[in-house]
T-cell receptor, first 113, second 113 residues
Framework: EAGVTQFPSHSVIEKGQTVTLRCDPISGHDNLYWYRRVMGKEIKFLLHFVKESKQDESGMPNNRFLAERTGGTYSTLKVQPAELEDSGVYFC???????????FGPGTRLTVL | GEDVEQSLFLSVREGDSSVINCTYTDSSSTYLYWYKQEPGAGLQLLTYIFSNMDMKQDQRLTVLLNKKDKHLSLRIADTQTGDSAIYFCAEITSGGGADGLTFGKGTHLIIQP
């Protein structure tokens, strides 16, 4: 069974540009999460989807970040416009059922210059 | 808010036991997790423990939970070079189904020959 996949693995953009990250969860997993790790800091929760609905987006840093999960399958996270402080590794995870074992993807390393 | 603390580095000799410690502040944590991240890879769920348990063993891994002191530890018996990685402690506060994880900064486990 395929795990959680993320694309791209690495993105380098200039400040002010737009970047879209993609996450494909494990097939059949209703729960999809986005996390971010800024250098030297903890991995921080961004938001959680149940199928196509946003369950909790309390961790989203600001309105430059937009996450979608159309059809309840893959999800995208768009950063527009990107700022220097958005640099970090963005992880996606998915889970199904109890007790919420979250399986993580390899992450997308975003560098904003 | 919730806080999870870990020491940043642990160095052990190959064949010895490793004990990675974690403290957390949220007394309503329901599940506590240990994740492993090898270089260039995503987060791999190692094990988890429910808050009403005080110990869980899985092959070389032993998890101890002291709920009174809000202290969690991961013991790896007979540490091997393949155990070299970053180990993250994480907790969740929910019925087990909905929320994002709160992570520590991770402990780098260094294996000496």
């Amino acid at each position: 069974e395929a795990g959680v996949t993320q694309f791209p693995s690495h993105s380098v953009i200039e400040k002010g540009q737009t970047v879209t990250l993609r996450c494909d969860p494990i097939s059949g997993h209703d729960n999809l999460y986005w996390y971010r790790r800024v250098m030297g800091k903890e991995i921080k929760f961004l938001l959680h989807f149940v199928k196509e609905s946003k369950q909790d987006e309390s961790g989203m840093p600001n309105n430059r970040f937009l996450a979608e999960r159309t059809g309840g399958t893959y999800s995208t996270l768009k950063v527009q416009p990107a700022e220097l402080e958005d640099s970090g590794v963005y992880f996606c995870a998915s889970s199904q059922g109890f007790p919420n074992e979250q399986f993580f993807g390899p992450g997308t390393r975003l560098t904003v210059l | 808010g919730e806080d999870v603390e870990q020491s940043l580095f642990l160095s052990v000799r190959e064949g010895d036991s490793s004990v990675i410690n974690c403290t957390y502040t949220d007394s309503s944590s329901t599940y506590l997790y240990w994740y492993k991240q090898e270089p260039g890879a995503g987060l791999q769920l190692l094990t988890y423990i429910f808050s009403n348990m005080d110990m869980k063993q899985d092959q070389r891994l032993t998890v101890l939970l002291n709920k009174k002191d809000k202290h969690l530890s991961l013991r790896i018996a007979d540490t091997q070079t393949g155990d070299s990685a970053i180990y993250f402690c994480a907790e969740i506060t929910s019925g087990g189904g909905a929320d994002g994880l709160t992570f520590g900064k991770g402990t780098h486990l260094i294996i000496q020959p």
